[in-house]
């Protein structure tokens, strides 16, 4: 069976919306300050538009539009809980939803005991034995310093409900997790680009040389790949395939290992700019390097995921 992953005018409409958001409210200097102090106001804003709330739109809208609104996301490398906000969407009761899908509480979702975003967050999510459970905090959460520079802890949690449709939320969270770091690292790649066609050595563009041309175009194309994976994943989620279960985890992995690849030829290209604080792309790379180096779930759990996630001819579960 084929599936067209190209853009609806729905979900390109999205993409527009959230590109245009984001060139005038998140640019590299709002990337760069969210590592010190996290933007909860820009959180807000984001919500505001209905972004995080895209899958309850109607039968119009499921894990394909997910998808499109992480691509447009992770351009910018916009920061904060995306994927784990996504999938709490898909599990939790519709006021516990509001509060989430309005950019009031923020989400941590893993498989402890450490935790991301977990310093920052009101709702704790914890995939444990085969499914997805909301817990709360039994003791004070200790902050720990990550790469990415993203605020997580280690946190002792108490099981308090197991929540319907696990499986299919950590497929959802699996495919807008895939989705950020692609389109991350795609913009990696072309700004990468971009430095090697203005920089010169032995009097031609970096770009002209085969050893810098051939890594940069290599990295695309793996990144391409991965986010059309997340999109066919996307895809069979919305339409109750069976084999969504192995595709989602397979897309994740796949702009996992592309990403830290993009990660390693960029640093390369730009040299030590590359990795300092305030260079041009330090600011992205990090992040990268850390969402496709600890995915923070147990990739060993992938297993569970051959449930079925969704019901026959529906959108949703």
Known sequence: MSIDLDPNELQRSIAATIDGFCSQRCDDDVVRKAAEVF????????AALGVFDIAALGEETGAAEIAVACEALGRH????????????GEVLSDSDRAAITDGSQLVSFGDGP????APLAEVFLLWSDGALW?????DEIRDVRTLGAEPWGYVTLERETMLAG???ARAVFNVAHAALIASAA??????????AGTRH???KPLGDFQAVAHPLADCAMQLDAAA????????AIDAGDARASRLAPAARRSAEHAASRTVVVCHQIFGAIGITTQGPVFHLSRRLAQAAAVAPTTRGSDSHLVESIATPGGRRA
């Open 39 to 46: 933007p909860h106001e820009l959180w807000r804003e984001l």
């Open 166 to 168: 696990g499986c299919r």
């Open 134 to 138: 909301r817990c709360r905090p039994t």
């Open 114 to 117: 450490l935790m991301p975003w």
């Open 77 to 88: 490398g916009f920061p904060g809980p995306i994927a784990a906000t996504y999938m709490a």
């Open 186 to 195: 795609r913009t990696l790649v072309e700004r990468t680009a971009e430095h």
């Open 228 to 235: 059309a994976l997340a999109r066919a994943a996307a895809c």
């Open 201 to 203: 050595q032995f009097g």
